[in-house]
């Protein structure tokens, strides 16, 4: 037992010696693959179509929303046209930084896939949110 703790610091004190541990555990394995991940069970291409629909979809509603954002707020809501277009600029501004917020998000938090579910739910509440102040002032 002491032979083998004597013959392994002597080892690692020749490896120290050489230049460090990494390029010797390197040469040991030759027939591994180093620095290599792990075949991935999903996503990719399988999952390329969910993610490119729910994002074409969000672009379709918020460029909408923001469209017609300005003459509702303007007609409906008696709102000058200057404070409209601000309101409306503010609207837009987040809408276009909501992805640097998500991918800060997805790569420090959440992971991909939550981080597009949340922002997908939170995009449809503010816009079922909307519909419904439009219907209200309808009738």
Sequence with gaps: MEKE???????????????????A??????NEKVGRSSPKNGGGWVTAPFILDSSLAS???????????????VRRFNISNIRASQITNIINSVMCLSPVAGAVLCDSYLGCFLTISV?????FLAIAVLKCTAIAYLY
């Design 25 to 30: 555990l390197a040469t040991e394995m030759p």
């Design 59 to 73: 672009t379709v509603a918020s460029s909408g929303v923001t469209i017609n954002l300005l003459q509702f707020l």
């Design 5 to 23: 703790t004597e013959n392994n610091e002597q080892e690692t004190a020749s490896l120290e010696e050489e230049g460090g541990l990494v390029p």
């Design 119 to 123: 922002f997908t739910f939170i995009s």
